[in-house]
């Protein structure tokens, strides 16, 4: 089975500082996805990653995927307090099954 | 204009009681899920049907049953409820693709919060 690990788990940081969420996961997949849950809230897609060296941003958020390396990152630049939320690594390989890391919440601080 | 919907919303109920959860979705996808999220935001998956076929059915206990009407609805009835099934229950749908099939993005639902009293 397909296992995915975040880290940090929680992650406390101060307006306009930058940081990195670390993906991890343990056999191929051929999708990476991150999704955002705010408090209360669904969860949203934020991108997906089809292949090795894939680079999106978005705003200040910025994901990469490195797939020899089995990582994942999602980059936070110059970080604002609507960015608090928590944040989803998912992989997912042939077949309609989806696996899902232990979320790391964001809270950022002025 | 949902995409995916769920109802009801907020679920408050008693032990023992029998409950249901419906989900639509307008998307057009072929594939529709059940995940639980429990007080420390873990998802984990239940169900996952294909054009009405279950195909994912985690260790969930026999009192839940998911039933799949049409490729649009995806509706969880859960018989006997004990204090421990207090989550948040979320639909989500995904479009089947590609020669290896595999799943497009999945689009969440907005959740029901159910509360076992």
């Known amino acids: 089975e397909l296992k995915v690990e975040q880290n940090p788990l929680f992650l406390s940081m101060q307006e306009g500082k930058n940081y990195t969420i670390y993906c991890n996961y343990s056999t191929t997949s051929d999708r990476l996805y991150w999704y955002r849950q705010d408090p209360g809230k669904s969860l949203e897609s934020l991108f997906v990653?089809?292949?090795?060296?894939a680079v999106k941003q978005e705003g200040r958020l910025m994901a990469s995927l490195d797939t020899k390396a089995r990582l994942s990152t999602l980059h936070i630049t110059a970080a604002v307090h609507d960015l608090s939320a928590t944040y989803f690594c998912?992989?997912?390989?042939?077949?309609?099954?989806?696996?899902f890391g232990t979320g790391t919440s964001l809270t950022v601080i002025p | 204009d949902t995409a995916v919907s769920q109802t009801p919303k907020y679920l408050v109920t008693q032990m023992g009681n029998d409950k249901s959860i419906k989900c639509e979705q307008n998307?057009?996808?072929?594939?529709m899920y059940w995940y639980k999220q429990d007080s420390k935001k873990f998802l984990k998956i239940m169900f996952s049907y294909n054009n009405k076929e279950l195909i994912i059915n985690e260790t969930v206990p026999n009192r839940f049953s998911p039933k799949s009407p049409d490729k649009a609805h995806l509706n969880l009835h859960i018989n006997s409820l004990e204090l421990g099934d207090s989550a948040v229950y979320f639909c989500?749908?995904?479009?089947?693709?590609?020669?290896?099939?595999?799943?497009?993005?999945?689009?969440f639902g907005p959740g029901t919060r159910l509360l076992v009293l």
């Open positions: 990653l089809l292949s090795n060296g």
């Open positions: 989500a749908s995904s479009l089947l693709t590609g020669a290896r099939g595999v799943q497009e993005t999945q689009y």
């Open positions: 998307l057009g996808h072929d594939t």
């Open positions: 998912v992989c997912s390989n042939t077949g309609n099954q989806f696996y």
